[in-house]
């Protein structure tokens, strides 16, 4: 998954820089299919790769976690 990623990266900054280096009759087609691949295929492909086994509530501002974190601080103060 990780050389996929980073295959299909080359890949999108490869026709964006191509497309601002060279003088090609559809450079700015190079220039658009490279952000379209960047945005829309390396990056949700990234992004799942990064959170597949991780829990989003972890990572919530919930009630149970900002005492979580307020023990750990030593902060008395109650919601």
Do not use: H
Not at 18 to 47: A, M, Q, R, T
Not at 54 to 74: A, I
Request: glycine share 8%; hydrophobic share 45%.
């Amino acid at each position: 998954m990780k050389q996929l990623i980073i295959i299909l990266g080359l890949l999108a900054f490869g026709s964006i820089f191509s497309g601002l280096i060279f003088d090609f009759p559809n450079s700015e087609k190079l220039i658009g299919f490279g952000v379209v691949g960047l945005f829309l295929v390396v990056f949700p492909i990234f992004s799942y790769y990064r959170w597949k086994d991780k829990d989003p509530k972890d990572y919530m501002l919930t009630k149970e976690n900002l005492e979580k974190m307020r023990e750990r601080e030593g902060d008395e103060r109650k919601l």
